[in-house]
């Protein structure tokens, strides 16, 4: 595994964890997948189930809001950096905790939401204080819970794999990952 950098702007920075097997960082890659639309097409259809339980929209149509979405979704974070952190928002205010229930510490699990209002897209990320993310990965989440599909619990493990391999080089702020 290794850590990639995205941008720093303002204090604040985004980086990618990057498999050692792999071409691409998880940032670079969930967003490629969200552009796809044979993937796109095959994933919604292999859980047509679970997107008519929440959403009452059909396949081609959520296939068109996925491709939207994903592309504002990239857009508005990465404008972070393109407006030098000004006026561009905050990665914090992107960023929420994964779980209802947290202890705030070196290493928290987070989430970022796509730009639609009842969206499915999401985005995770460990933080690291102060206002420094590693990307671990990105879903299409359509259950209530992350544990309930296949594809949600490997983001799970993902979040995790990271926070074990930062504690394990030693990573506790920004600094640290600059330092590998």
């Known amino acids: 595994m290794k850590i990639v950098f995205i941008f720093k702007v303002q204090n604040q920075s985004l980086y990618s964890v990057k498999e050692n ?3 691409f960082d998880e940032f670079d890659k969930v967003f490629d ?6 993937y796109l ?3 919604f259809y292999k859980n047509e189930a679970d997107l008519s339980s929440f959403y009452s929209i059909s396949v081609e149509d959520a296939v ?4 939207h ?3 504002e979704f990239q857009k508005r974070i990465l404008g972070i950096k393109d407006s030098n952190g000004l006026g561009g928002g905050m990665l914090s205010s992107y960023f929420r905790p994964l779980d209802k229930i947290f202890k705030r510490g070196i290493y928290e699990k987070c989430k970022a939401y796509g730009t639609i209002d009842v969206g499915w897209l999401r985005l995770y990320a460990v933080k690291i204080p102060e206002n420094c993310y590693v990307i671990t990965g990105g879903a299409i989440k359509l259950t209530k ?3 309930e599909r296949e594809h949600t619990q490997e983001q799970l493990q993902k979040l995790i794999n990271c926070i074990d391999y930062l504690r394990s080089v030693g990573i506790v702020d920004d600094e640290g990952i600059i330092d590998i």
């Not at 068109?64 to 491709?67: A, G, S």
């Open 64 to 67: 068109r809001q996925t491709l």
């Open 69 to 71: 979405d994903a592309k």
């Open 41 to 43: 097409e095959n994933f």
């Open 33 to 38: 997948l969200w552009q796809d639309v044979e």
């Open 21 to 23: 097997d792999s071409n």
């Open 145 to 147: 819970k992350m544990n």
